[in-house]
C-alpha cells in the first residue's frame, strides 16, 4: 500500500538551530500537508500546498517556517530558529486531487528542542 | 472558528461491547467527517470517513452523521482490545484543511 514517508523519525536541536523535516508523499498525490501536535494536544494545521504553492496557513504558521517542493518527490519545512515550544510530533500528509478529501499521513517526525 | 469538539475521555467500554464515540462541529458549512484512529507515539489513520446523513457502515465501524444537530459519531461493534486508541474526529468544507478535534480516549476492558 503506497504510503508518506517521513524523514528524521526524530531530531533533537538546540534553541535557535535551524532544523529542515523531510516528506515523500504517496506519488499521484496533488496535495500536501503539513501538522504538528504538540505531546498530549490535538492534531493542529500548519499549511497546505498545491501547484508549487501555498494554499492555506494557519496562525501557527509564521515568518520562521516555510516549505519547499525542492524536486518531483520531496515536501520539506523549515523551522529557520526552534523555539522551545516548537516541540512537537509534525505530520506530513498527501491526498489525491478529486475525491474525497482524505488524507494519508506519515508517521511523523519528533522534534525536541532543548 | 471552524471547531470541532469532543469529550476527551477516558471512555471505558468491556471488551465485546458497543463502543459509542460523539464529535459535534460548528460550521454549518462543513461538508465531509472523518474519523481517525491514533495510537499512542504514532499517527492518525483513517476508520472511515461520511457526507451524506444517515449511517455508514465499514466491518465493525459504522459512522452517523446528522448535519441538522451537527453532530457524528462512530460506533465500534464487538469491541476488541486492539480498538484501544484515541479517537479524532474531523471535518472539511470542500478543498479546505482537514480540522481536528481533540480526540477521544478510548480503553477496552478485557
Known amino acids: ?114 | 472558528q471552524k471547531e470541532v469538539e469532543q469529550n476527551s475521555g477516558p471512555l471505558s467500554v468491556p471488551e465485546g461491547a458497543i463502543a459509542s464515540l460523539n464529535c459535534t462541529y460548528s460550521d454549518r458549512g462543513s461538508q465531509s467527517f472523518f474519523w481517525y484512529r491514533q495510537y499512542s507515539g504514532k499517527s492518525p489513520e483513517l476508520i472511515m470517513f461520511i457526507y451524506s446523513n444517515g449511517d455508514k457502515e465499514d466491518g465493525r465501524f459504522t459512522a452517523q452523521l446528522n448535519k441538522a444537530s451537527q453532530y457524528v459519531s462512530l460506533l465500534i461493534r464487538d469491541s476488541q482490545p486492539s480498538d484501544s486508541a484515541t479517537y479524532l474526529c474531523a471535518r472539511t468544507g470542500g478543498n479546505e484543511k482537514l480540522t481536528f478535534g481533540t480526540g477521544t480516549r478510548l480503553t477496552i476492558i478485557p
Not at chain 1, 67 to 95: H, Q, W
Open chain 1, 1 to 114: 500500500e503506497p504510503e508518506v514517508t517521513q524523514t528524521p523519525s526524530h531530531q533533537v536541536t538546540q534553541m535557535g538551530q535551524e532544523v529542515i523535516l523531510r516528506c515523500v508523499p504517496i506519488s499521484n498525490h496533488l496535495y500536501f500537508y503539513w501538522y504538528r501536535q504538540i505531546l498530549g494536544q490535538k492534531v493542529e494545521f500548519l499549511v497546505s500546498f498545491y501547484n508549487n504553492e501555498i494554499s492555506e496557513k494557519s496562525e501557527i504558521f509564521d515568518d520562521q517556517f516555510s516549505v519547499e517542493r525542492p524536486d518531483g518527490s520531496n515536501f520539506t519545512l523549515k523551522i529557520r530558529s526552534t523555539k522551545l515550544e516548537d516541540s512537537a510530533m509534525y505530520f506530513c500528509a498527501s491526498r489525491e486531487a478529486s475525491g474525497a478529501n482524505v488524507l494519508t499521513f506519515g508517521a511523523g517526525s519528533r522534534l525536541t528542542v532543548l
